[in-house]
Structure formats: C-alpha cells, structure tokens
C-alpha cells in the first residue's frame, strides 16, 4: 500500500520558507485516495495514526496492569474508583464520578458481575477514539478481566493527554488555559505600602 505524506509538501509554504505542517499539528499518513486521516492537536487527546481498517490499537495491551502500578495497585482493591474516574471523562463529565462509582460499587456488590455496566463505557471509549476491538468484544473482555480491562482504558485515557485525577471539567479547563500567560500573584513585601 502506497501513503502520501499530509499535508502536502507546498502547505501554506510562504515564498523562501521551508516546508513545515502548521503548529501544534502532527504531520500524518494517509491513505493513496489523498483524504487526510486527522490532524492532531497536541493538546487535545487524539491518536497518532490509525491501521487500514480505520481503528487504531490500544497504546497498552491488557495485560500492562503493572506499566501503572499505582493504578493498578487502586484498580485491584478499588476498582470502583478507577471506573468512575473513566465513567467521568467518557460521559465528558455530564455525570459524578462518585456517582458512577458508587453505581459501579452496588452492582459489583449484590451481582458480582459489574461488567453488565462497565462494558458500555469500553464501548463508548472505543467507538470515540476509534480503537480496535481487542482482544474480543468489550462484554467478554470486561467479564473475563475486569480489573485489566479497567487499568488499560485508565492508561489509554492517560496517554491521550487526560490527567485522570483533574475529571473532565479540571482537563477542559487547562486546555483553555493553555498557552495563556498564567497571572503572578501580587508580591507585598513587608513594610512597604500599596
């Protein structure tokens, strides 16, 4: 299969300038049909490049647990609060996370089965940032390592530019401010008037 470099060479080359992407763009691959693939803001969370089918894999596998031990160390005893933490940042913070996580506690509680709820978030995520559907399908995955499962969305989350910590309001708002010249806080020394 033959790829062509996009942008094309000539992008919005000014007379006597080198051939450059534009900033804070990735320059990608693309098909031989010319489309381009997706540009991608580095400070937006994005992928780098996709296979032909059009999915991408995951930047971990599933059994990475231990790439973030002190995720996976949560996961293991908590996992109800890593999956409130992806819940949040899937649902682009229209609900809690302590609200999922405690959904996500009952039902891991009274059926032991959380993957009845869980494997729609992996579906979500999947379909949002086009990932491949590996190594089965979500429900199975989820039913048949769920806590591995739940780290490797953590980690594919983190590595798409979240701070998992920060939920889906804190990362929009530090994408906003991004590039913006942070205010120094008024210095007063002592002794000296306003």
């Known amino acids: 299969m033959e790829f062509h470099q996009y942008p094309p060479q000539n992008y919005m080359q000014p ?3 080198p051939n450059s992407a534009p900033p804070h763009h990735f320059v990608q691959q ?3 049909n010319g489309f381009p693939i997706a540009t ?3 400070h937006y969370p994005s992928q780098n490049y996709m296979q032909q089918d059009g999915q991408v894999p995951w930047s971990t596998g599933l059994y990475d647990c231990f790439s973030d031990v002190p995720n996976c160390c949560i996961t293991f005893w908590f996992p109800c609060i890593t999956f409130g933490q992806i819940a949040h940042i899937v649902d682009h ?6 609200a999922c996580a405690a959904i996500y506690a009952v039902i891991r509680m009274f059926t032991g089965f959380p993957c009845i709820f869980s494997w729609f978030y992996r579906s979500r995520m999947r379909s949002r940032y086009m990932l491949e559907e590996s190594p089965c399908n979500d429900f199975c995955v ?4 769920e806590d591995c499962a739940l780290c490797q ?3 594919e989350l983190k590595s798409n530019g979240f701070h998992m910590y920060l939920g889906w309001h804190g990362n929009m708002a ?3 401010n991004h590039g913006m010249p942070m205010q120094p806080a008024p210095v007063m020394e ?3 008037k306003r």
């Open 153 to 155: 969305e953590y980690r």
């Open 40 to 42: 991608t803001n580095q």
């Open 142 to 145: 989820h039913l048949w390592c």
């Open 190 to 192: 002592s002794g000296m």
């Open 174 to 176: 530090g994408q906003k």
């Open 93 to 98: 913070g229209s609900v809690p996370c302590e």
């Open 15 to 17: 007379a006597g300038q």
């Open 30 to 32: 693309a098909p031989a």
